[in-house]
């Protein structure tokens, strides 16, 4: 890995945990993985917590709707998806100084994924809002009623994942 990925991590790391403290006003789920891996079979609960358990994973309290939406996209979780992410949420509507901040630093650190920035931003605007979802109330809903609600299976956006 390169340093201007490794800047980016360190980036990730030192801002969440005063993000979710200072800028986030909604209330922890106080779910674990367990507790996740509890709900029924394919549903948005189950899948996020498979997901957590794969990558080794907690959810960080305040800032729980993010994996949920690794789970929902598909994005992963290298330096280059986490900002294609943030640039999905941009072409989706969505308004954070965070997301700025990613998108931003993330250009200027890792320009070589541009291709992949700019067809996640596509893929954002072609996306029903799903930055706005109460995630919480969903963790029982099948995984691709999700999905197909966003019209995300529409979109196809897995060909252009790196």
């Known amino acids: ?30 779910l674990s993985t367990n507790d996740l891996l509890e709900f029924p079979k394919d549903s948005l609960g189950s899948e996020l917590g498979k997901f957590l358990d794969t990558n080794q994973f907690s959810l960080i309290p305040k800032l729980e709707k993010h994996d949920a939406y690794h789970v929902i996209t598909e994005f992963g979780t290298s330096v280059e998806q986490e900002i294609a992410l943030q640039y999905f949420f941009w072409g989706n509507g969505k308004k954070s100084i ?18 992949l920035y700019f067809k996640s931003y596509n893929k954002g605007k072609n996306t029903n809002p799903v930055y706005n979802l109460n995630i919480k109330n969903l963790l029982a809903e099948p995984l691709n009623t999700i999905k197909n609600k966003i019209r995300l299976n529409q979109t196809n956006l897995k060909p252009f994942l790196l």
């Open 98 to 115: 965070y997301m700025y901040a990613v998108i931003s630093v993330g250009f200027l650190l890792v320009p070589e994924y541009y291709q």
């Open 1 to 30: 890995m390169n340093l201007r990925k490794k800047i980016c991590i360190w980036l990730f790391d030192v801002t969440k945990l005063p993000y979710a403290k200072y800028f986030k006003k909604n209330e922890a789920w106080n």
